[in-house]
């Protein structure tokens, strides 16, 4: 039996970067609002208390997957090496997904609890993974859904990998569970290979708060999914949400995650209170994320104050009580007439706006790359390299690279390539969105 450990309570810390001083007649207050957490459980073999974290693991096996044979391989070992990750006392299942979704393991309409017996058990039923049919992710995800909903673990997370476009389901069906599933369990997406449509699989995981990337290489899978359920494992708090207060005459004009990866969360603004509202942020283990926050207030003259916007993370708390506040900031307006304060950017909302504005330059240049625009793509793609070279992100310079050769970086000259290999050009598009941090001086 296993000596199940409680793992600490992770600490919540929240810091506001902003000038927060604005012209006579100025309105728009922008800040990065950075929240950290710390002082949890980590990435351990550990076992966790039962019904910590519930994982299911949805491994395409459309008959695609075996052409190459080294596919479906490269799945059935790093869906393997994940299961082996798994800490005991986490609730976990396999589903295998064509048209339809199958339980592989344990098939018994629930999940399963990982200890030695149980991870052996699956991993010999991962051996009759075999590939046929067609592809319907929508129907992976409601089965996921339906078995993690059978759970009561705080921690619930999808593992999903495809190598093709989801041709046998109507894209609003899809939409639709997405809709569905957003905020009741978290799901990491990745592509295999490259056949499959990157705006499917990022948008699988920007709806479900997770992650997204290319596996080119399918002997590169175990080492993937082997990251990815060491995340997983390293989470101790789920559903948290970011509130934000605003006083009466003030609006939230957008708030977007900038680091580490950007993603706007602006549309999924659910009502709080009248003056406040909560953006979601999913599951939080030992990690550090940033959010841009625009807010536009009333004017004001010169030598007034006012508090824009109060900006808190918190936490459904037990049935019948307030949501528990884990940290909070303050995000200040101040009316100068001292141009030099006023026109000053702060460091920290320079960088991310830029971050923001580089992954935005590759999309449309890639997108216009594609529809033949050789003027449009070379201005956007130069405007990356610039951005990337300014910023310091040497990772997202180097898949630029792939696609253009550079002639000035710091003036963003370049010039398309003639050839381009279809998984440099994936990676680039499926990473744009991951950021550097501010260098530290």
Same mark, same amino acid.
């Given at each position: 039996m296993a000596n199940f450990a409680k793992p600490s309570a992770p600490r919540f810390s929240v810091e506001v970067y902003q000038n927060e001083f604005l012209?006579?007649?100025?309105?728009? @207050?922008?800040?990065?609002?950075?929240?950290?957490?710390?002082?949890?459980?980590?990435?351990?073999?550990?076992?966790? =208390?039962?019904?910590?974290? =519930?994982?299911?693991?949805?491994?395409?096996?459309?008959?695609?997957?075996?052409?190459?044979?080294?596919?479906?391989?490269? !799945? /059935?070992?790093?869906? !393997? !090496?994940?299961?082996?990750? +798994? /800490?005991?006392g986490t609730a976990f299942? @396999?589903?295998?997904?064509?048209? @339809?979704?199958?339980?592989?393991?344990?098939?018994?309409? /629930?999940?399963?609890? =990982?200890? !030695?017996?149980? /991870?052996?058990? =699956?991993?010999?039923? *991962?051996?009759? +993974?075999?590939?046929?049919?067609?592809?319907?992710?929508?129907?992976? +995800?409601? *089965?996921?859904?339906? +078995? *993690?909903r059978g759970s009561t673990a705080a921690i619930r997370h999808g593992i999903l990998l495809t190598d093709g476009r989801n041709e046998h389901e109507d894209p609003a069906v899809l939409r639709a569970t997405l809709d569905a599933c957003a905020g009741r369990f978290t799901c990491d997406a990745r592509g295999v290979g490259t056949d499959w449509e990157v705006k499917e699989v990022t948008g699988i995981a920007s709806a479900l708060l997770g992650t997204a990337d290319i596996v080119a290489d399918p002997a590169r899978l175990t080492a993937d999914f082997t990251h990815m359920m060491e995340n997983v494992m390293g989470k101790e708090v789920a559903d948290v949400s970011l509130r934000l207060w605003t006083p009466v005459g003030a609006e939230v004009l957008y708030v977007k995650q900038v680091a580490p990866a950007v993603q706007d969360l602006t549309g999924r603004r659910t009502e709080a209170s009248p003056r406040a509202g909560d953006y979601p942020t999913g599951s939080w283990g030992d990690e550090s994320r940033e959010y841009h926050v625009c807010v536009r207030v009333p004017g004001a003259a010169v030598g007034q104050e006012m508090l824009a916007a109060r900006a808190a993370l918190v936490m459904p708390g037990a049935p019948g009580e307030q949501p528990a506040v884990l940290a909070q900031g303050l995000v200040r307006a101040v009316w100068t007439d001292d141009l030099a304060a006023s026109t000053a950017i702060n460091p920290q909302v320079a960088h991310y706006t830029g971050q923001a504005e580089l992954a935005q330059a590759i999309q449309q240049g890639l997108e216009a790359r594609k529809l033949g625009d050789v003027g449009g793509a070379t201005a956007k793609l130069g405007r990356a390299v610039q951005l990337a070279s300014s910023s310091g992100n040497a990772d997202t310079a180097k898949l630029l690279a792939k696609v253009v050769d550079v002639v000035d970086a710091a003036a963003g000259t370049v010039r398309l390539k003639a050839k381009v290999a279809d998984a440099d050009e994936m990676t680039l598009e499926t990473r744009s969105t991951q950021t550097v941090r501010v260098r530290k001086s």
């Open positions: 012209a006579e007649g100025s309105r728009d @207050v922008h800040a990065i609002v950075t929240v950290t957490s710390t002082g949890g459980a980590t990435a351990t073999r550990t076992a966790v =208390a039962p019904g910590g974290a =519930a994982v299911v693991i949805m491994v395409d096996c459309s008959g695609s997957m075996e052409y190459p044979p080294d596919k479906m391989r490269g !799945a /059935r070992e790093a869906t !393997a !090496a994940a299961v082996d990750t +798994l /800490r005991d299942a @396999v589903i295998a997904g064509t048209h @339809v979704a199958k339980e592989v393991f344990p098939r018994r309409g /629930r999940l399963a609890i =990982a200890d !030695a017996t149980t /991870r052996a058990q =699956a991993k010999e039923a *991962l051996r009759g +993974l075999s590939s046929g049919g067609g592809t319907a992710i929508g129907t992976w +995800l409601r *089965l996921a859904d339906g +078995l *993690l």
